[in-house]
């Protein structure tokens, strides 16, 4: 930027007028100009063009007249216009800096046949300077807003098909050709998936860690917030990951029937939570506990049956009830059960025979041995549930 110079008040009046009678002529040079150094202006409407660059001149001519530069531009749409048609940002400010290279070009040759002085020539070409950086200020933040607004636009229309592809019963034509903007096609299976954050945490922060997760174990994720829960959309893969984050999810299905698959992750991940599962759960993964979650008066008495003679004992009977847990889950192992517990193997030995003591189960029956299987994790699910019948 030149050095400052003179400025005499009305020294660039005359240079400001001839700008502005000859205004349609410097705006077709100019577009001639601009589309020469930035192609992407090719595409651009002439007429939005021609605006844009009267508005220059007539920016321009008020700052040479007035001797310094507006504090702001009046009209800023052009911008938002060329974010809308592609035009990248720095291409706008390129085709502002050709702008006003013509410009300043016209004022020095104007300002030299009218006569004025070369000292107060640098001082109008500093404002021409200052009003180009004025403007392309300005329109970097219009193109900047038109580009966050358009994201936000298409985030959100984004989120609400997949939604629909989630949760419509039946998909309509319209909502199946909306899902193949998000790369879901009819005849390839899918499978949904539902993870929620945890009390505090963004659901966006758990979008984007399943986000990643999905991309290291290429399940080509297509997902979203919806509902406040991070939701989408993973490709069919035979066996899900076991690590990764808390995500329920449902089984291989059409794209038809997704939202039959997003019930179920749902579902997946609601026991999960009840359980205190993590990492990716799936309905085999659960099993039984999600019957165990959702039926009630099942649980009821075969807890109140099994585990209500041992819970009578106080903390003896909380013993039994973890030894008889172990027990189960080692495959009634009295060796890998006592090893799990950390007591010897005569102690539980003695514990279980206490139980079937107070209970009645022998432990002999496969019905048997689910029923206690049930009534254990019916007890676990209401303990870290809350629940009271």
Known sequence: MPERGE???GAFDAVAARMRERAEELA???IAEIRSHVPSYEQ???????????????????????????????????????????????????????????????????????????????????????????????YAVAHREED???????????VEVLRSVLTEGALSPETTVLAGSLGLV???????????????????????????????HHLDAVAAVVEGDAAGVLAAVEEVPASGPTVG???AVELRHLHESYRV?????????????????????????????????????????????LLEQGEFGVELVASLDAFLASGMNTAAAARALVVHPNTLRYRINQVK???????????????????????????RTGYRP
């Open 7 to 9: 400025w005499a008040p």
């Open 28 to 30: 077709a040079e100019i």
């Open 44 to 138: 651009v409407d002439g007429a939005s063009l021609r605006r844009s660059l009267l508005q220059h001149v007539d920016t321009a001519a008020t700052a040479l007249a007035a001797g310094r530069v507006p504090e702001r531009i009046g009209d800023t749409s052009v911008a938002a216009e060329r974010a809308r048609s592609g035009i990248r940002i720095e291409h706008v400010l390129l085709a502002i800096r050709v702008s006003f290279q013509c410009l300043r070009e016209f004022a020095i040759a104007a300002a030299t046949d009218l006569g004025i002085a070369t000292s107060t020539q640098l001082e109008g070409v500093r404002v021409l300077w200052e009003v180009n950086d004025l403007v392309s200020r300005e």
């Open 148 to 158: 966050l607004e358009m994201a936000r636009t298409a985030e959100s229309h984004r």
């Open 186 to 216: 009819a005849g390839v299976r899918y499978r949904a998936f539902r993870a929620r954050p945890a009390e505090g945490t963004p659901a966006s922060v758990l979008l984007q860690e399943v986000q990643r997760w999905a991309a290291a």
């Open 249 to 251: 999810v449902g089984p």
């Open 265 to 309: 992750a749902s579902r997946v991940m609601e026991v999960a939570a009840q359980f205190g599962r993590r990492g990716p759960q799936t309905l085999p993964q659960l099993s039984l506990r999600v019957a165990v979650a959702a039926e009630h008066d099942v649980g009821e008495v075969l807890v109140e049956r099994i585990l209500g003679p």
């Open 357 to 383: 003591q107070l209970t009645g189960i022998a432990l002999r029956s496969a019905q048997e041995t689910s029923e206690v299987w049930w009534a254990l994790r019916r007890h676990e699910w209401a303990r």
